[in-house]
Every structure is written in structure tokens, then in C-alpha cells.
Nanobody, 121 residues
Framework: QVQLVESGGGLVQDGGSLRLSCVAS????????MGWFRQAPGKQRELVAG???????NYAGSVEGRFTVSRDNAKNTVYLQMNSLEPADTAVYYC???????????????WGQGTQVTVSS
């Protein structure tokens, strides 16, 4: 009923930039929150950045000042602008959305399929 599709991952050099996008589609009544997690090999999935409502932002300490999360509500899209990338940022990045469907009244979390970001030293 809901799909989240990411794009924008790839290979970049240390200090470079990438912009990830994630579009939600389906039987969507409203989107409460959207954002990004990441998972590096051998590590647990961790929150990178998220937006709840219009202006409630949350960033992992390791990316604050380097990454910026934003939303386009009209397009059901969330973005992650990543600057000053470091090899430690290498991971699969997953988009999430806390979404209320037309058939329900409570939000549920949906996930994208993930996009690989690799930062070379």
C-alpha cells in the first residue's frame, strides 16, 4: 500500500558531497515524520536525521553540521544533503516514513529498500 523509493547514493571521495532523495507513494492520508537511518557492515542500524512535523529536526551527533535533512510535503519527499563526507559515513542508507494510510488512523513506519553510500579515502 505504501512504497518508499530512494535515489542518489553512490561512490564519492573523502570530503565530497551527495544528496539522497526518497519519495513515498501509495494510499497516504498523511505523513507524520520522515528521515534516514544507515547501517554499516557489522554495525546496528542508526538514526542519521529525521523531521517530525514542520520543524522538529533530529540529527545524530556524528553528522550534525555536515548533513541537512529537508522535506517537500507536496511531493511526499525527504532529502538528505550530505557534505564533508568521511569514510566513516560509508553505509547503506534507508529512508523511513511514519505514515497514516487512508484505511487507518494511526501512523505506521515504512522503509525504503536502501541505497549504498561509499566514501573513499
Amino acid at each position: 500500500q505504501v512504497q518508499l523509493v530512494e535515489s542518489g547514493g553512490g561512490l564519492v571521495q573523502d570530503g565530497g558531497s551527495l544528496r539522497l532523495s526518497c519519495v513515498a507513494s501509495g494510499s497516504i492520508r498523511s505523513i507524520v515524520a520522515m528521515g534516514w537511518f544507515r547501517q554499516a557492515p557489522g554495525k546496528q542500524r542508526e538514526l542519521v536525521a529525521g523531521i517530525r512535523g514542520a520543524d522538529n529536526f533530529n540529527y545524530a551527533g556524528s553528522v550534525e553540521g555536515r548533513f541537512t535533512v529537508s522535506r517537500d510535503n507536496a511531493k511526499n519527499t525527504v532529502y538528505l544533503q550530505m557534505n564533508s563526507l568521511e569514510p566513516a559515513d560509508t553505509a547503506v542508507y534507508y529512508c523511513y516514513g511514519d505514515i497514516v494510510l487512508h484505511s487507518t488512523w494511526h501512523p505506521a513506519r515504512y522503509w525504503g529498500q536502501g541505497t549504498q553510500v561509499t566514501v573513499s579515502s
